[in-house]
């Protein structure tokens, strides 16, 4: 056990792993939907990616409960970005674009969002999360092997940035003559 975790409780400990599980679940969805998991049909690989954003919110409300339990004014602290510790603004940005990403998911249909206006928004909150959750991970100390999460990091922002050059979400695509 790291020392840095010695004199912390079950729920903290599970609250952390909960940060790590979801990190971890940052890698997974750009492979999905970039369609680089072999195997995997375009509408499975598209299903298991909204599965798998499922399973990610569920995992950062682990995260942050746990934190609350532990600690509820140092959450409280965070979600008014009045923190001392300047890893605490990056989850709570990434926690957000998480939620933010997942509404607009479950709405898309009932909003009429279009699907330029789709792939933009949602991107654009992909890489929102993707960004705070790598600065949020790196600037902690004690949860994660420091080799490992900076791996582990360096792999979601590649994976991340993948996608969207082969994808060129950004790019107007033009009507089929």
């Known amino acids: 056990m790291s020392p840095l975790l010695a004199w912390r409780g079950p729920v903290y400990i599970v609250a952390g792993l909960a940060g790590v599980v979801a990190l971890g679940l940052l890698l997974i969805q750009p492979v999905l939907i970039g369609g680089y998991l072999p195997g995997l049909s375009p509408y499975r690989s598209r299903y298991v990616h909204r599965c798998i954003g499922g399973l990610l919110v569920a995992a950062v409300v682990i995260h942050v409960g ?90 979601v922002v590649a994976a991340t940035a993948k996608v969207m050059i082969d994808l060129r979400v950004w790019v107007r695509k033009s009507p089929s003559r």
């Open 66 to 155: 746990g934190l609350w339990i532990t600690s509820p004014p140092d959450v409280i602290d965070a979600l008014l970005f009045a923190s001392p510790t300047p890893f605490s603004d990056w989850g709570v940005i990434a926690m957000w674009a998480v939620f933010a990403a997942a509404l607009l998911a479950a709405l898309r249909r009932r909003l009429r969002v279009s699907p330029r206006a789709w792939r933009i928004g949602h991107t654009f909150l992909a890489v929102v999360i993707v960004v705070g959750t790598v600065v949020h991970a790196l600037l902690i100390e004690g949860t994660m092997e420091t080799m490992s999460k900076v791996g582990l990091c360096i792999l």
